[in-house]
């Protein structure tokens, strides 16, 4: 890209959380700075900028995505869920209740990433194997854990979840 | 004694704001109307700085000033006795990455446009990249303002009974060369730093886990007195040690805010905190053990060469540490070491988990199971009688007190079958078993003082919740739920009663923070103590109350029971209580009551609300001081702690022989961390350090080209993923430790170093070749079996 069109601003309107919002930004702004700098969500977490930790990992339509690798503007018309937007006021999604639970967490950095590829998961599949289970969160560095824990909370929340059914 | 919340499954108390997104690290605070600081680092590694044009820079829009090498006086070091290193690169460079100009700018992306237009000339000279040839170089050297006649750091050599003697006595003697890859820390969360102005004052929050030496750096470099900075740490993701010096950028970021009076927020990328790095050192063993049938190993000796990089960070403690911890946790009447740190034109080496502790355990634990082979007994069985006893001494004077790794290593066998697989699996599967043994914080501090090693404050007001103050940091270690546990347990409150206010410098008291396993044992007992004095008062003012006579509290003892060899007078009178004291005094404090021997109750807000009758503010304060231990020899300090930890690890690998390629199956650890406090921290921290430990022995390693990294990536420097990780057994291996808070000592790092050689013990027992090169690569794993073929073991 030329140097033009790098610096070339635009609006761009997102699905975040269930709402709708709209910044005048540059068109080249990736997904990430978009929620931390413009939107204040910063649960979204900047780890390498490059797409290999997976700390930034949101979910669009559902799906994981590294918000680093991801130019906000491609993202129009579609649904953003990050960290923020999972707990039903008081109340934590069973992942997130899990982890608290289980210690699936030491310093957290990864967290809202573990915690949405884990949801993600469980919305496709109710009843993950370990295998299923280690490769939804393999996209993400934890280097706290081991992942042990981190697993165990997954199958936890997918035993609660299907118990609630 | 069972309690009601310690060694109860604790959920961490940040749990809820870490999977909720609300946790905020240090780049995610959101301070008023802050510059931007980008750093332009250096592309070589050994050069002169013969200009600097900021011109063209400058003309981009938004920048506002720079800061470079010429605006700081003074070096700085985390040790007092090594402080080497500038703020910013002044007339020289010495490693790729090192700070050169810094440029703030109202936005980030004109700092990182003008990064791009800053012309620094440089004289390239020949940079000093191989230890030994640098530890042998006399001109040109790397740090000539040293006044050395070589590129030399540090130097130790210590010598315990007779190696000689104790080698001729051995039935046998095995030696061999080590060579060791750096490992870097590679936490999730880039290194980060915000300032905020606040009247004349700053407040500078940093991704550290020492904020008091970081406010004693800053007060030194900047110029400012220290009340004039206040040192916070926000949420920390992950630090493993990598984050316990002061760093240049911090320093940076605070000249950036008295040079524009403006608050500033600055944050690496991935690629700079390989620059940063201060990782485990590279390192060169050279190691003989003489070992006999009956008495174990007779004698060590060793020498070790740890590659430091540019400057010193905390390389005088690595160098004493590569030595001293071989003492365990076997007795080994004779040993010398003999441990040189050399400078080198890279990013500098620090502590990492297991500091200065894992590479030449790894050189000793192999070379023992190749002694045990060539003697026909049983690696395990061989060890097990030769552990430290408990409440004994090391030939080096560290005094020993519990002991838990005898029934560790008992259960790890019977938990992992060693007895039916050792020497029995069938040829590419292999057991192997290795044992380590790691301090509970360092009993001398690195700023020689006569202060408590730690110390916790609390207060209470009306509301009845607790807030207690301690400057040691959670890095995600949990050390706030586990200083919450203390006070919860002692006054009977729930946990969420307690409100940890942690790592700040202006509200908590001085506190060394987090590193060498120091927080558990010593803000831990620091807690305690607190919490028993405020108990106390609750007490007092129950049993006004209930009319009746408050029970004289239990006296500390005499003080020769913390100091058990003399050592200075116990003036801590009003702070300290002892180890782990006692707290019996007849009463029940539990579910937000006080209840007394004869099952009359006062609620606790009651208590606490009559208390405040008569003192406005309820406030109370504990200490932990180590008691006096050691010798007198010189360096008899390194090492020294009030107790230590001990490890079993029992691993199971598949190797196979065709890739060279070598999975860890299942690894059964026993590690000896006194009383759980909080089991899901502890199997947190054991899981982690095999993880990491793991990554060591298997891929990691910072590769360098003419002294750049050339893996400065997360994707190139690979860390284990969850598909590597092995099944992890942990069983019971320890017992109560009468010093530590509630039993407990060290789990954090000590696990870490055992758990390599373990592997490669394993592979041996696979394949039949031993490996003395880590990270044990199917490369070396396979030229190891081209040089073994025609062995009796080979395919």
């Known amino acids: 890209m030329d140097k033009e069109s790098t610096d070339k601003e635009m609006i761009v309107t997102l699905q975040v959380n269930g709402l709708t919002v709209r910044r005048f930004v540059p068109a080249t702004m990736t997904l990430v700075e978009y929620l931390r700098e413009e939107l204040g969500l910063t649960g979204t977490k900047k780890g390498c900028d490059v797409g290999d930790c997976g700390c930034c990992t949101v979910l669009a339509d559902g799906d994981p995505v590294l918000s680093c690798l991801a130019l906000a503007v491609d993202f129009q018309g579609r649904e953003i869920t990050t960290i923020e937007g999972l707990a039903k006021g008081q109340e934590l999604h069973p992942v997130q209740r899990a982890f608290v639970d289980e210690g699936g967490l030491q310093c957290g950095y990864c967290t809202p990433a573990m915690v949405l590829n884990a949801v993600a998961l469980l919305n496709h599949q109710a009843n993950p194997s370990a295998q299923e289970i280690k490769e939804c969160i393999s996209g993400t560095i934890c280097r706290c854990t081991g992942y042990t824990k981190i697993e165990e909370s997954i199958a936890l929340a997918a035993d609660r979840q299907r118990g609630q059914k | ?795």
């Not at chain 2, 506002?64 to 700081?72: L, Q």
């Not at chain 2, 290593?409 to 699996?425: D, E, F, H, P, V």
């Not at chain 2, 208590?607 to 405040?612: C, D, H, I, N, W």
Request: with cysteine; aromatic share 8%; proline share 6%.
């Open chain 2, 1 to 795: 004694m069972s309690y009601r919340i310690v060694g109860k499954k604790t959920p961490y108390v940040d749990a809820v704001d870490k999977v909720t997104g609300r946790a905020k690290y240090t780049d995610d605070l959101r301070l008023h109307h802050p510059l931007r600081v980008k750093i332009v680092r250096s592309p070589y590694a050994n050069a002169r700085i013969v200009g600097i044009d900021l011109s063209a820079a400058r003309a981009v829009e938004g920048v506002v000033d720079f800061v470079v090498g010429a605006d700081f006086r003074h070096t700085f070091g985390v040790l007092p006795i090594s402080k080497d290193e500038p703020a910013m690169a002044k007339e020289r460079v010495r490693y790729v990455g090192e700070p050169v100009v810094a440029i703030i700018a109202e936005s980030e992306r004109a700092a990182v446009q003008a990064s791009r237009l800053v012309r620094v000339n440089y004289e390239v000279l020949k940079p000093h990249l191989d230890p030994q040839k640098s530890l042998n170089e006399s001109t040109d050297l790397i740090h000539p303002e040293l006044g050395k006649k070589n590129n030399l750091h540090k130097s130790v050599n210590q010598s315990f009974g007779d190696v000689v003697a104790g080698l001729r006595s051995a039935d046998v003697v095995v030696e061999h060369q080590f060579e060791f890859e750096s490992v870097t820390h590679a936490f999730t969360e880039p290194h980060a730093t915000q300032v905020e102005w606040e009247g004349e004052n700053l407040t500078v929050y940093s991704a550290t886990q020492v904020p008091h030496y970081l406010h004693r750096a800053l007060a030194e470099v900047l110029e400012l007195p220290m009340h004039r900075l206040r040192v916070v740490k926000p949420h920390l993701g992950g630090g493993f040690g990598g984050k316990s010096d002061p760093f240049p950028h911090e320093m940076i970021a605070v000249k950036a805010a008295l040079k524009t009076g403006r608050n500033i927020r600055l944050a690496f990328e991935r690629e700079e905190v390989f620059y940063s790095h201060h990782g485990r050192h590279p390192t060169k063993i050279s190691m003989k053990l003489g070992v006999s049938r009956d008495a174990g190993i007779q004698a060590l000796d060793g020498y070790m060469l740890i590659d430091g990089g540019a400057y010193g960070s905390f390389g005088v403690v690595t160098t004493y540490y590569n030595g001293v911890l071989l003492q365990g946790p076997y007795n080994v009447p004779n040993i010398n070491f003999h441990c040189d740190r050399v400078y080198t034109n890279k990013p500098m080496c620090g502590a990492m988990r297991g500091h200065g502790g894992v590479n030449p355990r790894f050189a000793s634990e192999v070379l023992f199971d190749e002694a045990c082979v060539r003697l026909k007994i049983d690696p395990c069985e061989m060890r097990l009688k030769h552990f430290h006893q408990p409440n004994s001494k090391t030939i080096n004077e560290f005094r020993i007190t519990s002991v838990g790794i005898h029934h560790g290593l008992r259960n790890a066998m019977a938990a992992s079958g060693w007895s039916q697989k050792y020497q029995k699996l069938p040829f590419g599967k292999g057991i192997g078993v290795a044992c380590g043994f790691f301090i509970s914080g360092s009993a001398l501090p690195i700023h020689w003082n006569e202060m408590p090693q730690s110390t916790v404050r609390l207060g209470i007001d009306y509301d009845g919740g607790v807030s207690l103050y301690s400057g040691a940091s959670d890095i995600g270690q949990g050390s706030n739920t586990m200083l919450a546990q203390m006070a919860a347990e002692v006054l009977g409150l729930p946990m969420t009663m307690i409100k940890v206010l942690a790592a700040d410098t202006r509200h908590c008291p001085i506190d060394y923070g987090s590193y060498s396993s120091r927080v558990t044992f010593m803000a831990g007992n620091a807690a305690r103590n607190a919490a028993i004095r405020m108990r106390r008062q609750l007490l007092e003012a129950a049993c006004q109350l209930l009319e009746c006579e408050a029970p004289i509290p239990t006296p500390p003892g005499e003080p020769e029971n913390f100091f058990r060899q003399g050592g200075r007078p116990p003036d801590y009178g009003a702070l300290y209580l002892g180890a782990n004291p006692n707290y019996e005094d007849g009463y029940l404090f539990v579910d937000e009551k006080i209840v007394a021997p004869d099952g009359r109750e006062v609620k606790y807000l009651d208590a606490v609300r009559k208390a405040l009758d008569f003192q406005g503010a309820l406030q109370s304060k504990g200490g932990y001081v180590s008691p006096k231990m050691g010798g007198s020899f010189k360096g008899a300090g390194a090492g020294l702690s009030p107790s230590y930890s001990y490890t079993a690890f029992i691993s199971e690998v598949t190797v196979d022989p065709a890739t060279g390629f070598v999975k860890v199956d299942r690894v059964t650890c026993a590690h000896d961390y006194g009383q759980a406090l909080n089991p899901l921290a502890v199997e947190g921290q054991l899981q982690g350090s095999i993880h990491m430990g793991l990554g060591q022995a298997l891929m990691e390693g910072m590769r360098y080209d003419d002294g750049a990294v050339q893996n400065a990536s997360l994707l190139e420097y690979k860390i284990p993923s969850p598909f590597e990780m092995p099944e992890v057994v942990i069983v019971p291996g320890s017992g109560d430790e009468c010093e530590g808070p509630f039993g407990a000592k060290e789990v954090g790092e000590g696990a870490l170093a055992p758990f390599i050689p373990s592997v490669a013990n394993a592979i041996y027992d696979a394949v039949g070749v031993r490996l003395y090169s880590v990270p044990l690569t199917p490369d070396k794993v396979l030229e190891a079996l081209r040089q073994h073929a025609g062995g009796a073991h080979a395919p």
